[in-house]
């Protein structure tokens, strides 16, 4: 009735903006990622304890956190013939949570293998896809390593809408992402609201659906070659698209800030100069640069010289696994 799991958060190479149904959390488009190594969430899971508890790095979850960490558990346990129980849950991150990478995805990702397990039921990565998607859209590309990616689906269930690896960890292990932490504060809008808010004003939002779709099977091509240029132009172009349709959102939502701008404009120069480098920016002002081992204590420098506060190296991470150690 106890299980623990590890997952790694992932960062959206082709990005997921704008659910068409916020109870499920299903997407309008698909999208693709990376899953990141070495940063890490561990949760352990435990049924049939007297009453429900939920604990996220040394704090007690409260509001929509918990609701969302006892939802997934309330489909684990309908999943099952037992009488599960009340579930305790305690899970930490090695990551600073300002860095603007969501924990949540590793956070959920951990849970849905920890709770599949905990409740007996076998290791089956559609099932804790799906299952990690109603914690928080993008977990569900957390389950597995390497490049994955959230086949938005078609079905009102939800029920083909998960995360498929395409190329595991060891494919390309010469990728590298430098997140630039440039600012440790919590965003104004948090990505939930801001997604919602672009859906239903953004006069942009219809084609930034039908290009994203479109860029998903491209990302893939460059991937499969290994065309660290091509894949780093897709990744911009989709970053700023992203962006460009919440900035069209009436109010319009601006994520950047002077930091973010500044450094894109230093990162143009040294790609001008032949350093192989380009970014990412999710709901937030820190981007994730892109770039191969060769380069990236270029790009570490890039980011300390436009006033990083953090500098966090990644690698190519691998599936989210069970852990023997429990968190109790
Ligand atoms: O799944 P959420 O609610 O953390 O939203 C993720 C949204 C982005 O990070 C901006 C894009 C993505 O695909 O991860």
Excluded at 74 to 89: F, H, I, N, W, Y
Excluded at 192 to 212: L, N
Excluded at 214 to 239: F, K, M, S, T, Y
Aim: glycine share 8%; aromatic share 6%; net charge neutral.
């Amino acid at each position: 009735m106890k299980a623990t799991a590890l997952a790694h958060p992932n960062i959206a190479l082709v990005k997921y903006w704008g659910k068409r149904d916020d109870a499920l959390i299903l997407p309008h488009q698909s999208s693709l990622s990376l899953t990141l190594s070495p940063l890490s969430v561990t949760t352990t899971v435990e049924f049939g304890v007297p009453t429900d508890a939920v604990e996220i790095n040394g704090h007690t979850s409260k509001g929509s956190e918990r609701e969302r960490v006892l939802r997934l558990l309330e489909s684990v346990r309908a999943q099952t013939k037992d009488a599960l129980g009340p579930a305790k849950v305690v899970s930490r991150g090695d990551f600073p949570m300002a860095a603007g990478l969501a924990s949540s995805a590793a956070g959920f990702a951990a849970l849905a293998v920890a709770g599949r397990a905990a409740a007996g039921l076998p290791s089956d990565a559609r099932a804790a896809s799906i299952l990690a998607r109603l914690g928080s859209g993008s977990a569900c590309r957390s389950v597995e390593g390497g490049f994955c990616e959230w086949q938005r689906g078609e079905r009102p269930d939800g029920d083909d809408s998960f995360a498929v690896q395409r190329f595991d960890a060891a494919h390309w292990p010469d990728l590298r992402m430098v997140v630039a932490v440039l600012d440790r504060g919590e965003k104004d809008v948090k990505s939930r609201d801001g997604m919602k808010q672009t859906v239903e004003t953004s006069p942009y939002y219809a084609a930034w659906v039908r290009d994203a779709e479109e860029e998903v099977p491209r990302a893939r091509a460059h991937i499969a070659r290994r065309d660290l240029q091509a894949l780093g132009e897709l990744c911009e172009r989709n970053a700023w698209r992203m962006h460009s349709t919440s900035l069209a959102a009436d109010p319009p939502l601006c994520y950047l800030n002077a930091g973010t701008l500044g450094l894109i404009q230093h990162l143009r120069e040294h790609r001008k100069k032949g350093i192989p480098v380009w970014f990412t920016l999710d709901a937030g002002p820190n981007p994730v640069l892109l770039t191969d081992a060769a380069n990236e204590v270029a790009a570490e420098a890039l980011a300390r010289a436009c006033g990083a506060l953090d500098v966090i190296r990644c690698v190519p991470g691998g599936d989210a696994v069970l852990k023997q150690e429990h968190l109790f």
